[in-house]
């Protein structure tokens, strides 16, 4: 038992160390809205710097009557309809990307905002995002 407090005590210990030597400085937030179904939007046409970007699915449809899902990932992520679908250049696209749907909410560890697209099923669902460094 002694053992165990001392793991448990030793653990605690390094989160907080962790945590007291992670400060951030800047913080930053908005919204990016998938216009056109199945065509990915960059999160920003800008380089901003981020050390950490939590991202949750979100609509500006007026009524919502379904799940938002959407993925997330470069510019190659793909929400892909049901399993693939065809795109203007004749190819098919599978799903790609880190999927975040209704009252989810995902970290992704990236150094640049303008890394990161989102992708949709619906026209007019996406994501907010909140961004530290």
Not at 2 to 17: E, P
Not at 34 to 40: D, K, L, M, S
Not at 42 to 64: E, F, K, P, R
């Amino acid at each position: 038992m002694r053992k165990l407090f001392l793991i448990v005590l030793c653990l605690l210990m390094a989160t907080v160390a962790c945590a007291e030597s992670q400060k951030f400085s800047v913080i930053g937030q908005g919204s990016k809205m998938v216009t056109n179904a199945g065509v990915p939007q960059q999160l920003s046409s800008t380089s901003v710097g981020t050390s950490v970007v939590y991202l949750s699915a979100t609509s500006t449809n007026n009524i919502v009557t379904h799940d938002i899902i959407v993925y997330v990932g470069n510019s190659g992520v793909s929400a892909g309809g049901n399993s693939v679908y065809p795109t203007t250049s004749g190819v098919v696209k599978a799903r790609q990307g880190i999927r975040i749907v209704s009252n989810d909410t995902v970290a992704i560890l990236a150094a640049d905002l303008s890394m990161l697209y989102v992708d949709s099923y619906t026209s007019n669902d996406g994501v907010t995002w909140t961004y530290l460094n």
